[in-house]
């Protein structure tokens, strides 16, 4: 089973996963990180010479890649919702935790990035009004694919991490209650 890790860029997903990985000994797959190794070039290069749709369509079949029996920790680009096919593989892997921050903790945590030299394709102009826009039209997304919301923004990494596992924790008690 996958534990899943959905929400918009800046919301710790690299991070907590990392954490929840060695809290839950097992295996974590970066998906952005599994993009550049199967295609052999950085996100923002394949934005740029593919478009989004492009990168999309590598991300799902990175994603398709991934053994579906698998038991993996899966920290997912903050787009990945946008592509109903990957949300469903989501779905049907495992549970997935949306990592919630508001906006202006976002934007802190992805100035920061930035200026530390993180290739964001989608931030690339510096329209701080786009970005939360497109977080606000990507916020139903989240809500609908995840069976779980955890906020980043009031804990430590290593809190959020163990929020999650007990949230996955309660998803398979959940299954194993219902016998699916």
């Known amino acids: 089973m996958w534990i899943s890790l959905i929400g918009f860029m800046g919301s710790g997903k690299s991070t907590v ?9 097992l295996p974590v797959v970066d998906l952005d990180r599994e993009i550049v190794r199967r295609e052999g070039a950085g996100i923002g290069e394949l934005f740029r010479s593919r478009g989004e749709t492009g990168f999309r369509a590598a991300e799902l079949a990175a994603l398709n890649a991934l053994a579906p029996d698998a038991d993996l920790v899966v ?24 990592l919630d ?11 920061a990035a930035a200026a530390a030299g993180d290739d964001r394709p989608l931030l690339a102009a510096g329209d701080w009004e786009a970005a939360r826009a497109l977080d606000g039209a990507r916020r139903p ?10 906020r980043t923004d ?20 959940q299954r194993a209650a219902v016998g699916t």
């Open 17 to 25: 996963a990392s954490l929840l990985g060695e809290r839950a000994l």
């Open 75 to 98: 920290a997912c680009g903050g787009g990945l919702v946008t592509t109903p096919a990957a949300v469903a593989r989501l779905r049907a892997s495992g549970c997935v935790i949306w």
């Open 101 to 111: 921050a508001p906006w202006e903790t976002l934007q802190t945590r992805l100035a």
């Open 141 to 150: 997304l989240y809500a609908r694919a995840a069976d779980f919301r955890v």
């Open 154 to 173: 009031q804990t430590a990494p290593e809190v959020t991490a163990r929020r999650a596992l007990t949230r996955h924790v309660a998803w398979q008690r």
